[in-house]
């Protein structure tokens, strides 16, 4: 018999998708059973609640949950979102039900038996409900005790050499594609630049000391499988400055039909033949691209790199071999001003150990940011409010067409006094011996 | 329960304590064949829905089976999800950004075994634990936030809306029948922690209504000047406020008329609720994209400016996201996203194609970028 009535939630067991409730369910009877004899360290019913409290929100439209305490572990100002629930005496099970965010390995690759020890910790520890992953890139623990966060931090540094991830005014948790590991699309290895900042900027991610979020993400390719250039103030974005390699004799299969084109994946419809002509000269953004006799031939120079070319026959073309990545800053989801997307402020920059020059450029935006950033102000916002010259200024990088869509729409030129021969200090008496009053 | 030590004490907090070592190395989770392909790999193909192979200059193979997963997992499934992997992935699996799983075998012998396993796992309720899909021209996993499961601040549910538009979107997750990839997003508020602004099709949870004020408690739990500087359109002011009994404090005031009801002051404020049962619900954004191919990434666009939270399946918004689908699907030209594809026949027939009815709402009025929304053509279609 379940603790509570779940007439709604119930609802969401039926149907093909992977049903949270069911979920929810095996976790609550799992405990209920407690076949292994564990002594729980949060109440047994920790999920039945969990669901008593879900159904009540289903019935009300509104969620049960309050504003997060100050709760975290010594030290740290970020990693723990303290979380209770409005509904305490209905509920006791979730009361207290804080979120600790652990810090995923780059790109996601597990081995069970790490997963198994983190399965083992957050049973005994927490409610053994997770989130694989949150959407900044995290392993999310959802639900344990104000005593439980040393004791389950102590178990994930001594045990499992593992930290926690970032919350609040901090670096988040840098994140990144699969990149080099499984993709020939990857202009950079996405993993061990990612790794190294994490490490590098350990203090900054655990330490809140920034005037609001900053994000990094890392994208191989200009396909951006993580969505950098959507939400990273940061945006490492693969992308190369030669030639496209092409396989010509590849390129004819693809024209003769032996090859699927865009890797199979428009098998579910009869599309007809493969035209090269329409369905990748016809679309290149640039039209760079063209044939002569069975050859395909392209201005490389003209090339914008979107990549659609690539993906359509990715075995006769792969990307060049001169790669590095573009950084785009300042992408934010639209709270408070607005959503923005990402602004090139590096056209291209390699992406090398011990990635001096781009340390260098993020610690300058750093510097900027945390000088001049109000209080939760994301840097995008910053720059919209600044200018970009302003960010180019700091940054100490040349403006080059490369950073604009467009020129201005108009004049209204914030000149420098340095900029104007002679400055701005004139001698209006002067003036007037030639302009009577 | 008796408290168990894990070794960590209290009285000395200082005493061995590890901290700042980051997250475990990435190559340590490898798995044979990625450890000695990487960088290396030359193509890859989808061979059907959720099945894909990567092809190394080495002559390796790693056969890759995607499966869709709810972000919400409880230890019981992720040991399943072991199970699994140590019977046909010595041992090793991975995530994608988009909370799909992904099991990796290094011969095709052991792509049918691992898939049959996979695709015989139901819940008891009868849904799939491990659906295989989630490639290419077709509909992948939502990614989400926490919703009503976890969160103080949402305008609607993350798990609930997600499980019903997948339910809707399921052949679409198992087939490639459509022009390009479809993306579907959501956010339970605005902070949108899932950053779905550049989806093809984005949920996004919406308060309509202006704070509720606490004026009995504000002055105690909030710092005011913060709630007064959280708010976007400096719609709050300090105000003085005479309580039933006489007692007169200090608390807030909102010009309701310039509230865009984002819900900042409540993050700043807990005296300041938002939340309501008629008041929230989900506004549909579409057209988005994050991807630099062909065309430059895209913001999403709302195309409706609310609909309700009718739980527990939500069904006025699966009847729109599966109109928007079909009308894509069958209006698209190949590798046109959904925003592409509005672009190039106008948003006048996407509302149309899409059976959507157009109303002032969609009409930006906020700020400076709501002027180059506007049309500036006489170019239109009737």
Redesign the interface.
């Known amino acids: 018999m379940a603790k509570h009535e779940t007439p709604?939630?119930?609802?969401?067991?039926?149907?093909?998708?992977?049903?949270?409730?069911?979920?929810?369910?095996?976790?609550a009877k799992?405990r209920k059973d407690n076949k292994k004899g564990l002594?729980?360290?949060i109440p047994?019913d920790v999920?039945e609640d969990?669901l008593g409290v879900?159904e009540l929100?289903?019935?009300?439209?509104?969620?049960?949950?309050?504003?997060?305490g100050i709760v975290g572990v010594?030290?740290?100002g970020g990693g723990v979102i303290g979380?209770y629930c409005d509904q305490p005496k209905m509920f006791p099970g979730v009361a207290h039900?804080h979120?600790m965010r652990v810090?995923?390995?780059?790109?996601?690759?597990?081995?069970?038996?790490?997963?198994?020890q983190?399965?083992d910790l957050?049973?005994f520890?927490g409610s053994?409900?997770?989130?694989?992953?949150?959407?900044?890139?995290d392993i999310i623990l959802?639900?344990t005790t104000t005593?439980q966060l040393?004791?389950?931090?102590?178990?994930l540094?001594?045990d499992?050499?593992?930290?926690l991830?970032g919350s609040g005014s901090n670096l988040r948790?840098p994140?990144d594609?699969?990149g080099?590991?499984?993709?020939?699309w990857?202009c950079y290895?996405t993993?061990a630049i990612?790794?190294a900042l994490?490490?590098e900027y350990?203090?900054e991610l655990?330490r809140p000391a920034f005037p609001y979020k900053f994000k990094f993400k890392f994208d191989g390719c200009?396909?951006?499988?993580?969505?950098?250039?959507?939400?990273a103030d940061i945006s490492f974005?693969g992308t190369w400055r030669d030639n496209i390699r092409i396989d010509q004799e590849a390129v004819k299969a693809y024209v003769g039909g032996e090859i699927?084109p865009?890797?199979?994946?428009?098998?579910?419809?009869d599309?007809g033949p493969f035209d090269i002509q329409k369905?990748v000269i016809g679309?290149c953004?640039t039209n760079c691209m063209w044939m002569e006799g069975k050859e395909l031939k392209i201005e490389d120079r003209e090339c914008t790199?979107?990549?659609?070319c690539i993906?359509?026959m990715?075995?006769a073309l792969?990307i060049g071999e001169d790669r590095g990545c573009s950084m785009l800053v300042g992408a934010k989801?639209?709270?408070?001003?607005?959503?923005q997307?990402g602004s090139l402020l590096v056209p291209f920059i390699k992406v090398e150990e011990p990635y001096d020059e781009i340390k260098e450029v993020i610690e300058s935006i750093w510097d900027y940011w945390m000088e001049e950033g109000k209080?939760?102000e994301r840097l995008g916002e910053l720059m919209k409010r600044q200018g970009f010259q302003r960010l180019l200024e700091m940054t100490n990088i040349k403006p080059v067409p490369q950073h604009v869509q467009e020129p201005r729409h108009n004049p209204y030129i914030f000149w420098k006094e340095d900029e104007v021969e002679g400055g701005f200090d004139r001698d209006v008496n002067e003036f007037r011996k030639h302009h009577l009053r | 329960m008796a408290f168990i030590s894990s070794g960590y004490n209290p009285d000395k907090p200082m005493e061995n304590r590890i901290t700042d070592i980051g997250p475990k190395k990435y190559d340590e989770f490898y798995p044979p064949v990625i450890k000695n392909n990487k960088g290396k790999w030359l193509y890859h193909e989808i061979l059907e829905p959720g099945v894909l192979v990567h092809v190394s200059e080495t002559g390796d193979e790693v056969y890759s089976i995607r499966v869709g997963g709810a972000r919400i997992m409880s230890v019981s499934h992720i040991r399943e999800i072991c199970d699994i992997a140590d019977k046909h992935c010595d041992g090793h699996l991975r995530f994608t950004t988009r909370n799909n799983i992904e099991f990796m075998v290094d011969s095709k012998d052991k792509v049918e075994p691992l898939k049959k396993d996979l695709a015989s796992r139901k819940f008891d309720g009868g849904s799939f634990k491990f659906p295989i899909g989630g490639t290419g021209a077709g509909v992948t996993n939502i990614v989400h936030t926490q919703g009503w499961i976890h969160c103080h601040t949402p305008a609607t549910d993350a798990s609930g809306p997600v499980k019903a538009t997948m339910d809707v979107l399921f052949d679409d997750f198992q087939n490639m029948r459509l022009p390009a990839q479809l993306r579907v997003s959501l956010a339970c508020c605005l902070n949108m922690c899932g950053a779905v602004h550049c989806s093809d099709i984005a949920i996004l949870g919406y308060h309509r209504k202006p704070p509720m004020l606490d004026h009995e408690y504000l002055d105690k739990m909030c710092e005011i000047p913060l709630a007064i500087a959280a708010c976007p359109t400096a719609a709050i002011k300090p105000a003085k406020v005479e309580l039933a009994d006489g007692t007169k404090v200090n608390s807030v005031s909102v010009n309701e008329p310039r509230c865009m009801f984002c819900g900042n002051c409540y993050t700043m404020c807990p005296a300041m609720p938002l939340a309501d049962d008629v008041g929230d619900g989900i506004v549909i954004m579409a057209g988005g994209k994050v991807s630099n191919r062909i065309t430059a990434p895209k913001f999403s666009k709302v195309v409706v400016a609310f609909l309700p939270n009718n739980a527990p399946r939500w069904p006025e918004t699966t009847d729109c996201i599966k109109k928007i689908v079909e009308a894509y699907a069958a209006g698209a030209n190949k590798y046109e996203r959904v925003g592409e594809w509005a672009e190039r026949i106008g948003w006048e027939r996407f509302f149309e194609k899409c059976e959507i009815e157009f109303t002032h709402h969609l009409i930006d009025d906020f700020r400076d970028p709501a002027y180059y929304t506007w049309r500036h053509t006489t170019q239109f279609k009737f």
Not at chain 1, 180 to 184: D, K, Q, S, T
């Open positions: 709604l939630l119930d609802q969401l067991e039926s149907g093909p998708w992977p049903s949270f409730v069911s979920d929810l369910k095996q976790e799992s002594d729980y360290q047994v999920c969990l879900l929100s289903f019935k009300h439209g509104r969620t049960h949950w309050k504003h997060g010594f030290g740290y979380r039900f979120t810090n995923q390995p780059a790109g996601k690759f597990y081995t069970t038996e790490y997963l198994r983190l399965c957050w049973e520890r053994g409900i997770t989130n694989m992953h949150g959407s900044t890139g959802l639900g005593p040393e004791e389950i931090f102590w178990t540094t001594h499992m050499n593992q930290d991830g948790t994140s594609c699969v080099e590991a499984r993709c020939e990857s290895d993993q990612c790794h994490t490490v350990q203090d655990h200009p396909n951006c499988c993580v969505a950098s250039i959507a939400r974005v699927p865009n890797g199979g994946s428009h098998a579910g419809r599309w369905e679309l953004p790199r979107c990549m659609h993906n359509v990715p075995r792969r989801a639209p709270i408070l001003d607005g959503a997307m209080n939760r």
